[in-house]
């Protein structure tokens, strides 16, 4: 299971970086945010494309800040990964993990998920309102 979080992983960030250096246009398969044109005003989501495609390139910087949230994100695939490679080549396996898992519920996922995502909306919105127009 380690090494196919490993694979997985790896495979996600290297065909995003092998798609950019083709020159792939990720504009047609994502288009431009309708109410960032309509209102000029970032929604959730918007830069998490660009951030994502950073971090691919290695620019982790400029992921952070494009879109924090999408970064955060990318970052926690990248220790996940890690862990899974101890686990699975050196089956150094960690117990704090299994007691974590016995007291997170989904209600505190999902709220420390919306936490990210809006304080990363937060930073693209403040980051907007600041930049001249």
Not at 40 to 65: E, I, K, N, W, Y
Not at 117 to 124: R, S
């Amino acid at each position: 299971m380690g090494a196919a979080i490993v694979s997985g992983v790896a495979l996600l960030f290297g065909t995003l970086w092998a798609l950019q250096r083709v020159g792939f246009d990720f504009g047609w398969v994502f288009p431009p945010c309708g109410f960032k044109q309509r209102t000029g005003l970032p929604c959730l989501s918007c830069g998490m494309t660009t951030a994502v495609l950073a971090f691919a390139r290695g620019d982790v910087v400029q992921a952070f800040l494009t879109q924090p949230a999408a970064a955060f994100f990318c970052s926690l695939l990248v220790v996940a990964a890690f862990l899974a490679f101890l686990v699975s080549v050196f089956g150094v396996y960690f117990n704090r993990f299994d007691r974590l898992a016995a007291e997170v519920r989904i209600w505190h996922v999902i709220v420390g998920v919306l936490v990210v995502v809006l304080a990363g909306w937060a930073v693209t919105m403040a980051h907007a309102l600041a930049t001249p127009r």
